[in-house]
Protein backbone atom coordinates (compact mmCIF):
# COMPACT_ATOMS: atom_id res chain seq x y z
CA UNK A 1 0.00 0.00 0.00
CA UNK A 2 1.27 3.16 -1.03
CA UNK A 3 2.27 5.68 1.81
CA UNK A 4 1.08 8.81 0.09
CA UNK A 5 -2.50 10.34 2.02
CA UNK A 6 -1.71 8.38 4.88
CA UNK A 7 -0.33 9.42 8.21
CA UNK A 8 0.59 7.02 11.46
CA UNK A 9 -2.48 5.85 13.25
CA UNK A 10 -1.77 7.81 16.98
CA UNK A 11 -2.15 4.78 19.47
CA UNK A 12 -1.21 3.75 22.61
CA UNK A 13 -1.65 0.38 23.96
CA UNK A 14 -3.42 -0.06 27.54
CA UNK A 15 -2.36 -2.13 30.07
CA UNK A 16 -5.03 -5.56 30.39
CA UNK A 17 -6.10 -4.10 33.98
CA UNK A 18 -6.72 -0.28 31.78
CA UNK A 19 -8.49 -2.27 29.39
CA UNK A 20 -10.29 -4.04 31.78
CA UNK A 21 -11.38 -1.10 34.12
CA UNK A 22 -12.28 1.10 30.77
CA UNK A 23 -14.58 -2.06 29.63
CA UNK A 24 -16.47 -2.40 32.60
CA UNK A 25 -16.88 1.22 33.53
CA UNK A 26 -18.07 2.19 29.94
CA UNK A 27 -20.76 -1.14 30.44
CA UNK A 28 -21.86 -0.01 33.57
CA UNK A 29 -21.82 3.30 32.57
CA UNK A 30 -24.05 2.60 28.58
CA UNK A 31 -26.09 0.20 31.01
CA UNK A 32 -27.58 2.88 33.16
CA UNK A 33 -28.87 4.36 29.86
CA UNK A 34 -33.26 4.41 29.45
CA UNK A 35 -35.39 5.40 26.88
CA UNK A 36 -37.78 7.57 28.55
CA UNK A 37 -40.93 9.62 26.60
CA UNK A 38 -41.09 11.91 29.38
CA UNK A 39 -39.09 14.91 28.80
CA UNK A 40 -38.91 18.12 30.81
CA UNK A 41 -39.13 21.50 28.89
CA UNK A 42 -35.66 23.00 30.72
CA UNK A 43 -33.47 23.90 28.14
CA UNK A 44 -30.41 22.68 27.10
CA UNK A 45 -27.86 24.70 25.14
CA UNK A 46 -26.74 24.57 21.90
CA UNK A 47 -23.46 23.82 22.39
CA UNK A 48 -24.15 20.03 24.06
CA UNK A 49 -26.00 19.64 21.01
CA UNK A 50 -23.13 20.65 18.60
CA UNK A 51 -20.63 18.29 20.75
CA UNK A 52 -23.19 14.54 20.81
CA UNK A 53 -23.62 15.87 16.63
CA UNK A 54 -19.48 16.06 16.79
CA UNK A 55 -19.81 12.32 18.53
CA UNK A 56 -22.18 11.06 16.09
CA UNK A 57 -20.20 12.71 13.38
CA UNK A 58 -16.97 10.22 14.29
CA UNK A 59 -18.90 7.17 13.37
CA UNK A 60 -17.11 5.05 10.42
CA UNK A 61 -18.83 5.44 7.43
CA UNK A 62 -18.86 3.32 4.01
CA UNK A 63 -16.12 4.96 1.61
CA UNK A 64 -15.79 7.45 4.65
CA UNK A 65 -18.53 9.34 2.74
CA UNK A 66 -20.51 10.10 5.94
CA UNK A 67 -23.43 9.84 4.95
CA UNK A 68 -25.52 11.63 7.34
CA UNK A 69 -27.33 14.87 7.96
CA UNK A 70 -28.49 16.05 11.73
CA UNK A 71 -30.77 18.32 11.71
CA UNK A 72 -32.02 20.17 15.10
CA UNK A 73 -34.71 21.41 15.84
CA UNK A 74 -35.58 24.15 18.48
CA UNK A 75 -37.84 26.57 17.01
CA UNK A 76 -41.11 25.92 18.91
CA UNK A 77 -43.47 26.05 15.84
CA UNK A 78 -41.75 23.70 13.86
CA UNK A 79 -41.38 21.28 16.51
CA UNK A 80 -45.40 21.69 16.61
CA UNK A 81 -45.50 20.97 13.21
CA UNK A 82 -44.04 17.79 13.04
CA UNK A 83 -45.42 16.67 16.39
CA UNK A 84 -48.76 17.81 14.54
CA UNK A 85 -47.87 15.19 11.30
CA UNK A 86 -46.59 12.48 13.24
CA UNK A 87 -49.64 12.25 14.90
CA UNK A 88 -51.52 11.94 12.19
CA UNK A 89 -49.18 9.54 10.86
CA UNK A 90 -48.99 7.25 13.87
CA UNK A 91 -53.00 7.67 14.43
CA UNK A 92 -53.44 5.85 11.76
CA UNK A 93 -50.09 3.29 12.89
CA UNK A 94 -51.96 2.45 15.85
CA UNK A 95 -56.00 2.35 15.57
CA UNK A 96 -54.91 0.32 12.29
CA UNK A 97 -51.98 0.15 10.30
CA UNK A 98 -50.04 -1.70 12.95
CA UNK A 99 -50.48 -5.79 12.98
CA UNK A 100 -51.71 -7.79 16.21
CA UNK A 101 -48.04 -9.31 16.66
CA UNK A 102 -46.42 -5.67 16.54
CA UNK A 103 -48.99 -4.31 18.69
CA UNK A 104 -48.24 -7.57 21.16
CA UNK A 105 -44.36 -6.62 21.47
CA UNK A 106 -45.32 -2.81 21.80
CA UNK A 107 -47.63 -3.13 24.63
CA UNK A 108 -45.07 -3.49 27.83
CA UNK A 109 -43.67 -0.10 26.26
CA UNK A 110 -46.40 2.00 26.84
CA UNK A 111 -46.21 3.47 23.40
CA UNK A 112 -49.04 5.23 21.68
CA UNK A 113 -49.93 8.03 19.11
CA UNK A 114 -49.62 11.20 21.67
CA UNK A 115 -45.99 12.37 21.00
CA UNK A 116 -45.86 14.89 23.72
CA UNK A 117 -42.04 14.58 23.68
CA UNK A 118 -41.95 16.49 20.05
CA UNK A 119 -42.96 19.62 22.29
CA UNK A 120 -41.64 18.80 25.38
CA UNK A 121 -37.96 18.18 24.46
CA UNK A 122 -36.14 21.20 23.82
CA UNK A 123 -34.29 20.07 21.16
CA UNK A 124 -35.86 17.32 17.80
CA UNK A 125 -32.60 16.07 16.60
CA UNK A 126 -33.86 14.21 13.37
CA UNK A 127 -31.21 11.78 11.62
CA UNK A 128 -31.02 11.93 7.74
CA UNK A 129 -30.12 8.87 5.71
CA UNK A 130 -28.16 10.51 2.41
CA UNK A 131 -28.74 8.10 -0.15
CA UNK A 132 -26.96 10.60 -3.05
CA UNK A 133 -23.63 12.58 -2.88
CA UNK A 134 -21.82 15.09 -5.15
CA UNK A 135 -19.12 13.76 -7.28
CA UNK A 136 -16.08 15.86 -8.07
CA UNK A 137 -17.70 16.03 -11.83
CA UNK A 138 -20.92 17.90 -10.15
CA UNK A 139 -23.13 14.68 -10.92
CA UNK A 140 -24.95 12.80 -8.21
CA UNK A 141 -23.37 9.12 -6.94
CA UNK A 142 -24.60 6.99 -4.65
CA UNK A 143 -23.54 6.51 -1.15
CA UNK A 144 -22.50 3.15 0.62
CA UNK A 145 -23.72 1.12 3.31
CA UNK A 146 -25.57 4.29 4.39
CA UNK A 147 -28.18 2.30 6.54
CA UNK A 148 -25.29 0.64 8.62
CA UNK A 149 -23.58 3.99 8.55
CA UNK A 150 -26.27 6.45 10.01
CA UNK A 151 -27.24 3.54 12.18
CA UNK A 152 -23.18 3.61 13.71
CA UNK A 153 -23.85 7.35 13.69
CA UNK A 154 -26.96 7.49 15.99
CA UNK A 155 -25.56 5.06 18.37
CA UNK A 156 -22.60 7.41 18.75
CA UNK A 157 -24.90 10.57 19.36
CA UNK A 158 -27.00 8.15 21.87
CA UNK A 159 -24.06 7.60 23.71
CA UNK A 160 -22.72 11.13 23.74
CA UNK A 161 -26.33 12.19 25.07
CA UNK A 162 -26.23 9.90 27.42
CA UNK A 163 -22.63 10.50 28.43
CA UNK A 164 -23.12 14.11 29.12
CA UNK A 165 -26.37 13.59 31.52
CA UNK A 166 -29.15 13.90 28.93
CA UNK A 167 -31.69 11.12 27.68
CA UNK A 168 -32.89 11.05 24.13
CA UNK A 169 -35.38 8.16 23.00
CA UNK A 170 -35.07 7.12 19.66
CA UNK A 171 -38.44 7.80 17.84
CA UNK A 172 -39.54 6.24 14.42
CA UNK A 173 -42.95 8.12 13.66
CA UNK A 174 -44.32 5.98 10.34
CA UNK A 175 -44.30 6.77 7.35
CA UNK A 176 -41.52 10.20 7.79
CA UNK A 177 -41.94 11.29 4.74
CA UNK A 178 -43.15 14.79 5.95
CA UNK A 179 -39.67 15.38 8.22
CA UNK A 180 -38.15 16.10 4.20
CA UNK A 181 -41.13 18.20 3.70
CA UNK A 182 -41.53 19.87 7.09
CA UNK A 183 -37.37 20.53 7.58
CA UNK A 184 -36.93 21.17 3.81
CA UNK A 185 -34.38 18.25 2.86
CA UNK A 186 -33.80 17.68 -0.36
CA UNK A 187 -34.93 14.18 -2.05
CA UNK A 188 -32.19 12.12 -1.55
CA UNK A 189 -32.12 12.26 2.12
CA UNK A 190 -34.51 9.82 3.70
CA UNK A 191 -35.12 10.76 7.42
CA UNK A 192 -34.75 7.42 9.41
CA UNK A 193 -34.79 8.92 13.47
CA UNK A 194 -36.42 11.85 15.40
CA UNK A 195 -34.59 12.14 18.75
CA UNK A 196 -35.90 14.60 21.25
CA UNK A 197 -32.80 15.56 23.81
CA UNK A 198 -33.38 17.19 26.80
CA UNK A 199 -34.05 16.46 30.64
CA UNK A 200 -36.08 13.76 31.97
CA UNK A 201 -39.13 15.07 33.37
CA UNK A 202 -39.17 14.91 36.93
CA UNK A 203 -41.73 12.52 36.99
CA UNK A 204 -40.20 10.37 34.20
CA UNK A 205 -41.22 6.52 33.85
CA UNK A 206 -39.15 3.65 32.24
CA UNK A 207 -40.71 0.92 31.48
CA UNK A 208 -39.90 -2.23 34.21
CA UNK A 209 -37.88 -4.39 31.59
CA UNK A 210 -34.13 -6.06 31.62
CA UNK A 211 -31.97 -6.93 29.09
CA UNK A 212 -30.67 -10.03 27.40
CA UNK A 213 -27.88 -11.66 28.91
CA UNK A 214 -24.43 -12.18 27.68
CA UNK A 215 -25.34 -15.45 26.41
CA UNK A 216 -28.25 -14.70 25.10
CA UNK A 217 -26.82 -12.42 22.74
CA UNK A 218 -23.50 -13.90 21.70
CA UNK A 219 -21.86 -16.69 20.86
CA UNK A 220 -18.23 -17.69 21.02
CA UNK A 221 -16.22 -19.87 18.52
CA UNK A 222 -13.20 -20.10 20.06
N1 LIG B 1 -43.22 4.36 15.55
C1 LIG B 1 -44.12 4.25 16.66
C2 LIG B 1 -44.30 2.85 17.12
C3 LIG B 1 -43.15 2.21 17.78
C4 LIG B 1 -42.52 1.17 17.17
C5 LIG B 1 -41.50 0.51 17.78
I1 LIG B 1 -40.67 -1.09 16.89
C6 LIG B 1 -41.07 0.90 19.05
O1 LIG B 1 -40.03 0.25 19.68
C7 LIG B 1 -41.71 1.95 19.69
C8 LIG B 1 -42.74 2.61 19.03
C9 LIG B 1 -43.73 5.18 17.79
O2 LIG B 1 -42.63 5.75 17.77
O3 LIG B 1 -44.53 5.33 18.72
Known sequence: MSSEGFIPLDW???SIQEMERN??????????????????????????????ILTGS????????????????KNDEIKQKMRDAAEI????????????????????????????????????????????????????????YSTESCGIAAGMFIHAIHNMGLVTLTH??????????????????????????GYPAEDAMVPDISRKSLDEVAVFIE
Open 89 to 144: EEGKTYSNRMPVAWREVLEPLGTDAIKDHMTDAPWLVVLFRQTKRIRSSGEFGPTY
Open 172 to 197: TPSPMGFLRDILQRPEHEHAMLVMPV
Open 23 to 52: AFSLYKKMDSRRTTRHFSTKDVPRKLIEQA
Open 12 to 14: SEL
Open 58 to 73: TAPSGAHLQPWTFVAV
